[in-house]
């Protein structure tokens, strides 16, 4: 289970970069636009993550985009600043078993310019 929501955490995040503002990239600045890529993600991840038989208990998928110009915001888990166009997708879900691994947030993050992603991200609270 948790291979299929790291997997989906990042298609999602994947999938949220390709919303770019248009308008924006034409003046030459790359800008993530954040209502789109927020949707995109959270209905990449439900697709990926498919029926709720694995994940009775629910999946909350939360959705951060940072763009160049907001300097003041910092990523909720690791504390810094993007340096490029970002969306940080983090994912937790609850199982019916008593597994040690239910609940525990995956973040995945991606950028037109780079990727990567994170499997265990202890510093969010559940």
Not at 11 to 36: H, K, M, N, P
Not at 39 to 55: C, F, I, K
Request: proline share 4%.
């Amino acid at each position: 289970m948790r291979h299929r929501v790291g997997q989906a955490a990042d298609f999602g995040a994947l999938a949220a970069i390709q919303c770019l503002d248009y308008e924006r990239l034409a003046q030459g600045v790359i800008q993530i636009s954040e209502g789109q890529a927020a949707s995109s993600a959270r209905q990449y991840v439900q697709a990926n993550l498919g029926p709720g038989e694995d994940h009775p208990g629910g999946v909350n998928i939360e959705v951060e985009v940072f763009n160049p110009d907001e300097t003041a915001r910092r990523d909720s888990v690791t504390g810094k600043r993007h340096e490029y166009a970002t969306v940080c997708v983090r994912v937790t879900w609850a199982t019916s078993s008593a597994s040690a691994l239910s609940g525990w947030p995956i973040q995945c993050s991606a950028t037109p310019m780079r990727r990567r992603c994170r499997g265990d991200c202890a510093a969010v609270a559940g």
